[in-house]
């Protein structure tokens, strides 16, 4: 059975840190592609970042210079570096994992964490 499991949201104020970490069992972690997406209340889920198997990167443009993805394919992990917080980056945070390459595209993530959440105070 597939587990992704976030951890390291909270509340922070405007300009702050961050750092997510997404622990994922029951896969061949190296072989996934891992993203990040979230979803405000009454909005879509929408495309944070993500790194593929072969260390390929891709973002969302309101995140780049701002956050950053990063795997440890030792411990199965991806992290979520965001630095620079801004209020409109309150959002429940998911991690996901998908066969293909790098996309923004949800449904081609087969596997989802169960969210974690971020407050950004201004």
């Known amino acids: 059975q597939v587990q992704l499991v976030e951890s390291g949201g909270g509340l922070v104020q405007d300009g702050g840190s961050l750092k997510l970490s997404c622990v994922a069992s029951g896969l061949t972690f190296a072989s996934y592609t891992m993203a990040w997406f979230r979803q405000a209340p009454g909005k879509e889920r929408e495309f944070v970042g993500c790194i593929s198997w072969g260390g390929g990167f891709y973002y969302q443009d309101s995140v780049k210079g701002r956050f950053t993805v990063s795997r440890d394919n030792a411990k199965n992990s991806v992290y979520l570096q965001m630095n620079n917080l801004k209020p409109e980056d309150t959002a429940a945070y998911y991690c996901?994992?998908?066969?293909?390459?790098?996309?923004?595209?949800?449904?081609?993530?087969?596997?989802w964490g169960q969210g974690i959440q971020v407050t950004v105070s201004s």
């Open positions: 996901a994992a998908g066969s293909g390459g790098p996309t923004a595209r949800p449904e081609l993530y087969r596997y």
